[in-house]
């Protein structure tokens, strides 16, 4: 379908555009911007005025469900959430159940997604045979299977495990998500380890468990030359340890949940159960860190989506299961930070689009000519309160469920066909 799209402002960081265009969509992809092509008559037209027209937004971090856990949500239920908030592509952790350590099961996922009609997802796939941190998984079958990296999602491994799976990865040019956390420092900590864990006797998880773990991974990437994401990063003291192995060369990236940037650890003093998250929320001295890496371009954003059912956080604090959904959140809390002169509008996009792709080493994030129509339009000065009236993911476990956000997608576009359209 023929589509255009007027009076948008056009923001596409990879290409140093930010103007105020009509953009023309032919045969799935993007045919001209500014220019109307010879021959083009439109089937459907958007009226962007004052609204902004974005490349597609790639999440690092998110978690389906399915198959599994359908219970806490489906693979349909997930990407229409996303799609919503402007998610083009998704990243899909291979915790599922089966776990994503066989071709079968990332076609599986993919077929799913297909069928729902929302979202790309792109499988990640295990780094060892059902995440057991011992056997190492088929890489080149997986990447054949359209594994876009490979993961031990927050699962641990050995070291001498790790550097073997580093070298065997690196030879295939797949790229290895991991979760910087030492599985011995963290023990049972379910908050941040300082004055307020001490406050409320709650077992806390120290700035350590994250950059031992870090230091770790930094010497092992640079040994096998793999290439290496860290993704969650909460502290200080790794967006330091990051920037440094950056500058040095070695080929690690990283990204941090959006509501990491937002939320510290003051928030757990009400014991709201939708505050313990896996990295645990931080101090406001590793907030403003972690805002800094994303001004510099040391890390980008990812919504670290984990959908639970209500029984999931109904029970004491440290006994119920750590994370957020947070796919719907991502932008209007992104749109915060731009608000707060932290970011430009044109860096915000880019953290949340062309970094991620840059990183996957996969053709998005862009609105080229001849690329893709992935992308999505948003009002980033629209009003709107959170509640399960207007909320798609079935996960319910947001602690910023009946507040006030700014900045809503309005139009999302996938291989030139709208998938979501405000009502």
């Not at 502290?235 to 990491?260: E, P």
């Amino acid at each position: 379908m023929n589509i255009l799209i007027k009076n948008g402002r056009v923001i596409d960081p990879r290409n140093g555009l930010d103007t105020v265009q009509d953009v023309y969509i032919a045969d799935g992809k993007i045919q001209s911007i500014g220019k109307v092509p010879k021959g083009f008559t439109a089937k459907k037209t958007i009226d962007a005025k004052n609204k902004v027209l974005a490349p597609g937004f790639i999440d690092l971090n998110t978690r389906l469900r399915e198959p599994g856990f359908e219970f806490k949500a489906t693979i349909a239920s997930e990407t229409k959430a996303a799609a919503a908030a402007g998610f083009t592509h998704i990243c899909c952790l291979p915790d599922t159940m089966p776990v994503i350590d066989t071709p079968a099961v990332a076609n599986l996922i993919q077929d799913k997604a297909q069928a729902a009609g929302f979202s790309k997802v792109l499988p990640i796939g295990a780094l060892t045979v059902d995440l057991q941190g011992e056997i190492l998984t088929e890489a080149y079958a997986l990447q054949q299977a359209g594994c876009v990296a490979l993961s031990q999602a927050p699962n641990t491994i050995a070291p001498h495990t790790l550097r073997r799976a580093l070298q065997y990865a690196s030879t295939f040019g797949m790229l290895v998500v991991l979760k910087a956390e030492d599985a011995a420092i963290r023990d049972d900590g379910c908050i941040h380890a300082g004055e307020i864990s001490s406050r409320l006797g709650l077992q806390g998880i120290p700035a350590s468990a994250e950059t031992v773990a870090v230091a770790q991974i930094i010497a092992l990437a640079d040994e096998t030359g793999a290439r290496v994401h860290l993704t969650g990063i909460s502290t200080a003291k790794a967006v330091s340890m990051l920037a440094r192995a950056q500058k040095d060369g070695i080929k690690i990236s990283a990204d941090a949940h959006a509501h990491q940037m937002h939320l510290t650890d003051k928030a757990v003093e009400t014991f709201d159960a939708n505050y313990h998250v896996s990295p645990p929320l931080r101090s406001t001295s590793d907030k403003k860190a972690l805002i800094k890496g994303l001004e510099k371009g040391v890390i980008q954003i990812s919504s670290g989506h984990e959908p639970h059912e209500a029984e999931a956080k109904q029970a004491p604090f440290p006994s119920t299961q750590a994370g957020i959904s947070s796919l719907e959140t991502a932008l209007p809390l992104t749109l915060g930070l731009v608000a707060a002169k932290s970011l430009t509008l044109s860096q915000a996009i880019s953290r949340l689009s062309f970094g991620p792709a840059e990183i996957l080493g996969i053709d998005a994030g862009h609105l080229s000519i001849g690329a893709e129509a992935n992308l999505c339009i948003f009002d980033a000065d629209e009003t709107w309160k959170v509640n399960q009236q207007n909320w798609l993911s079935r996960g319910l476990n947001t602690p910023f469920m009946g507040d006030k956000m700014t900045g809503r997608v309005t139009h999302t576009l996938i291989d030139g066909k709208v998938v979501y359209e405000q009502g």
